[in-house]
C-alpha cells in the first residue's frame, strides 16, 4: 500500500517538477530578451497549467518587454477569471492603464492589486514599481518608495537594484543609479544586466573608454546576454568589421 501511495505522488509531483523547470527557463529566455522564444515557451507551459497566475503573469512580461500591448490585452481574455482579479494580474492591467495615460484607472488597479497582497508581495511591488518607471507618465519617486518595500521582503534580489537604478535614471540621477546598479552586483557579482546597466550611463556620456569594459564585463559574466552583445556589435561595426561579425554571430 505504502509503495502505491509513493507512486501515486511521484507521478504527480513529476509534471510539477517540469512545469517549474520550464517556467524558470521561459524566465532566463526573458532576462536574456529572447522573448519570442520565451512566448512560445510559455504558451505551450499554459497549455498544460492554465491555472498558473506565475505562467500568465510571466507571459504578460514577456509581451509587455516586447512591446507587444495588444498581444497583452488579447491574450488575458483567456485566462481563467481567479487569475485575472490576482493581485499580480491586476497590477498588470494597472501597467497598461498607465501605458495608455489613464492615471487614474491605473492608480484604482494598483491601488486594490496592493490591498489584496496586503502590500507584501515583493513581485507585485516590483512590477507596480516597473510601470511607473517605463511609462511615460509615471512617477519615478512612487517606484522608489514600492522597490524600498520590495527591498525589505527580498532583500537579495538583484532585480529589484535594477530597477531601483533605472528609476534614478529617469530621474536623470545617474550617481545613484550607478550606486543601485553597484549593489545589485553585491547581490550577484556575475548579475550581467547590472554591469550593462552601467555602461548604458556612460553612452549617454559618449564615452567608450568607460562603457566598452562594462559591455565586456557582461558577456564575460553571461555570454548570452543579448543587449550586452548588441551593443558590442554596434560599437566594433565601425572600428573592426570582423570583431563586429563574431559579436553579431554570438547576438
Known amino acids: 500500500m505504502t509503495k ?96 495608455d495615460n489613464d492615471s487614474v484607472e491605473a492608480k484604482r488597479n494598483f491601488e486594490m492589486a496592493l490591498k489584496d497582497s496586503k502590500r507584501k508581495d515583493p513581485t507585485v511591488l516590483e512590477e507596480i514599481a516597473d510601470a511607473y518607471i517605463n511609462t511615460t507618465i509615471g512617477n519615478a519617486h ?20 535594477v530597477l531601483l537604478g533605472d528609476a534614478y535614471r529617469k530621474l536623470i540621477d545617474g550617481g545613484n543609479a550607478y550606486n543601485a546598479y553597484q549593489q545589485a552586483l553585491t547581490k550577484d557579482a556575475n548579475y550581467a544586466v547590472a554591469e550593462y546597466k552601467i555602461g548604458k550611463i556612460y553612452t549617454s556620456q559618449n564615452n567608450p573608454q568607460a562603457y566598452l569594459p562594462y559591455f565586456e564585463k557582461a558577456v564575460g559574466n553571461d555570454p548570452l546576454y543579448a543587449p550586452a552583445l548588441y551593443e558590442l556589435y554596434y560599437y566594433y561595426y565601425y572600428k573592426d568589421i570582423n570583431q563586429a561579425r563574431d559579436y553579431l554571430a554570438k547576438y
Open 142 to 161: 512612487e517606484a522608489i518608495e514600492l522597490l524600498q518595500k520590495a527591498m525589505k521582503k527580498d532583500k537579495n534580489n538583484p532585480a529589484l537594484y
Open 4 to 99: 502505491f501511495f509513493t507512486s501515486i505522488v511521484v507521478l504527480f509531483a513529476v509534471p510539477a517538477a517540469v512545469q517549474a523547470q520550464s517556467l524558470n527557463e521561459a524566465k532566463q529566455l526573458i532576462y536574456h530578451e529572447r522573448y519570442n522564444s520565451a512566448e512560445a515557451l510559455l504558451h505551450t507551459i499554459l497549455k498544460g497549467e492554465p491555472g498558473s497566475t506565475e505562467a500568465w503573469y510571466t507571459l504578460a512580461r514577456a509581451y509587455m518587454l516586447n512591446n507587444k500591448f495588444k498581444e497583452i490585452k488579447d491574450t488575458l481574455q483567456f485566462a481563467p477569471q481567479e487569475v485575472k482579479e490576482s493581485p499580480l494580474l491586476t497590477s498588470v492591467q494597472g501597467h497598461l492603464l498607465l501605458k
